[in-house]
Structure formats: structure tokens, C-alpha cells
């Protein structure tokens, strides 16, 4: 078996977006149909089943393509955003009242222009839960060899098969430093004097809610 490298075609796409929504159609009413023999799907009967998987068949799907990323840290910085970090940043939030909170958005409809949006505070706690993932749940998983369970040991044993360095240690950026370089904000400057005399004594928490 060799590698053989994917030609584009002149529209710069490695496949025809029919012919993808063609082949995946097939391959989505390929696993419906083992679904309903396994009785895992039940609609009605085996004569209702098939028109219906028939009448799907007919229908033209729409497969979504568009052009590659523009690099590999492109990639990592847009997954960060939905792994990595809150439904919303602090400095997004622009002012709130004893009822409302005013946030800051960007509306891709209007050339991404930055506009400000004020919300009642329910409705702003409301679509702020909708970011938080169940119990049990987790927004990474990995499986394979880079499955939690084993994971050092069998990364050893593949770079000493294929015979390359091991990767590089984790490097554990200080929070003071995180906040300057996202933030710009110096954890121990007064924001009076600017000068860097502040000092963490404790942290207390309100019972009153």
C-alpha cells in the first residue's frame, strides 16, 4: 500500500460538494436502515419505514464546505475560544444596573461590527447557562492513545518506535503573567497611583445570595 497525495480541482476543492452530499446522504440512510433493523428506530411499520427513507432519498441534501483554515494556530485559537474559556469575558460586559447588564457583541450580519446589547438580567443568566455542559459531561475527550489511562507510557513507546524526540514538558504559565499578556492589567498595579504596591490579603466570599 503507498500514500497517494489528493489532487484539488480547479475550483481549489479536493472533492465536488454534490458528489460529497451524494455520498453522505447514502451513508446516512445506510445507517438509518441498520438502525431500524437492529429495532433501535421504531417509526411505525417496516412499509412506513421505507417510504419515508425513500422520501428522504429524493430530497436534495446540502453538504457545507468552505475554504481550509488559514493555519494550524488559527485552528488551535478558534478551538480555544469554545474549550478553553467562559461563555463571555469580563471586559465584554460594559455596565449593568440593579436589573439589566449591558455586553458588548460583534454582529457578523453587519461586517462584524462592535455593538452593545442590554439584557435583563434573567435572560442574561438564561443564555449564560446554556454554555455550561452537563454533569458528567466534558468539552474535551480523548481516545486512542492520548486516552487518559496510559497515556505517557504509550506516547514513549511511539516516539521510540518511530524514532523522534518526545514532546516538549508542559509549561505552566504563572495567572499574573496571563492576565498581563490577555489583559494588559498588572495583578499588583493601583489603578490610582500605578504604582505596584498592591498585595493579595484574603479572599471572602458573599453569603447573601
Not at 446522504?25 to 429495532?39: C, N
Not at 432519498?57 to 475554504?67: E, H, I
Not at 460586559?93 to 447588564?101: D, G, M, Q, R
Not at 507510557?153 to 508542559?170: E, H, V
Request: hydrophobic content about 35%.
Amino acid at each position: 500500500m503507498a500514500w497517494k497525495n489528493g489532487i484539488r480541482n480547479q475550483d481549489g476543492f479536493l472533492f465536488p460538494v454534490k458528489a460529497m452530499a451524494q455520498v453522505y446522504k447514502a451513508i446516512f440512510i445506510k445507517g438509518v436502515r441498520a438502525l431500524v433493523e437492529q429495532d433501535k428506530i421504531r417509526i411505525q411499520n417496516k412499509k412506513e419505514t421505507e417510504a419515508l427513507l425513500q422520501k428522504i432519498y429524493q430530497k436534495d441534501w446540502v453538504v457545507y464546505a468552505k475554504k481550509p483554515f488559514a493555519g494550524p494556530l488559527q485552528v488551535i485559537e478558534y478551538l480555544a475560544r469554545y474549550t478553553h474559556k467562559v461563555a463571555i469575558s469580563n471586559h465584554r460586559i460594559l455596565s449593568e444596573t440593579k436589573n439589566t447588564v449591558t455586553v458588548q457583541y460583534k454582529d457578523y450580519a453587519d461586517k462584524n461590527k462592535s455593538k452593545a446589547m442590554t439584557l435583563t438580567k434573567q435572560e442574561f443568566i438564561r443564555r449564560f447557562e446554556q454554555h455550561i455542559l452537563p454533569k458528567h459531561f466534558c468539552k474535551i475527550r480523548t481516545t486512542g492513545y492520548l486516552a487518559n489511562r496510559g497515556r505517557t507510557q504509550r506516547i514513549k513507546t511511539i516516539c521510540s518506535l518511530m524514532k523522534i524526540p518526545p514532546p516538549p514538558p508542559k509549561i505552566k504559565i504563572p495567572w499574573q503573567l496571563r492576565l498581563l499578556e490577555q489583559f494588559k492589567i498588572v495583578y499588583n498595579e493601583c489603578p490610582c497611583c500605578k504604582q505596584n504596591t498592591l498585595k493579595l490579603i484574603a479572599v471572602t466570599y458573599n453569603d447573601d445570595s
